[in-house]
Nanobody
Framework: VQLQAFGGGLVQPGGSLRLSCAASGRTFTNYNMAWFRQAPGKEREFVAGITWNLGTTVYADSAKGRFTISRDRAKSTVTLQMNMLKPEDTAVYYC????????????????WGQGTLVTVSS
């Protein structure tokens, strides 16, 4: 499976940004998709995840109430809508995919997109 993330950029605190991940290479039945992020000097961390079939979502505490993950099965895309952004949301954001159950550990995901930089600054 190939993943391509895009949509990052510079946004002011309190602003919004929409990230998209285009998936290709196979059908995604039974896949679990997720967004991770990695800030400079920090480990990669889970942000949000969604199951391809049912659309069940899971969020990190830092994302709850501000971020929304969704998927469009017809277009094979996963989107992360980020609202009320904070400077601490600054990071490179990655989309990832795996089968066989949902995970929040980055090591459990074999497929990754190239990452897109989100900078929250005034």
């Amino acid at each position: 499976v190939q993943l391509q993330a895009f949509g990052g950029g510079l946004v002011q605190p309190g602003g919004s940004l929409r990230l998209s991940c285009a998936a290709s290479g196979r059908t995604f039945t039974n896949y679990n998709m997720a967004w991770f992020r990695q800030a400079p000097g920090k480990e990669r961390e889970f942000v949000a995840g969604i199951t391809w079939n049912l659309g069940t979502t899971v969020y990190a505490d830092s994302a709850k109430g501000r971020f929304t993950i969704s998927r469009d099965r017809a277009k094979s895309t996963v989107t992360l809508q980020m609202n009320m952004l904070k400077p601490e949301d600054t990071a490179v954001y990655y989309c990832a995919a795996r089968t066989m159950g949902f995970e929040t550990r980055s090591a459990a995901y074999p497929a990754w997109g190239q990452g897109t930089l989100v900078t929250v600054s005034s």
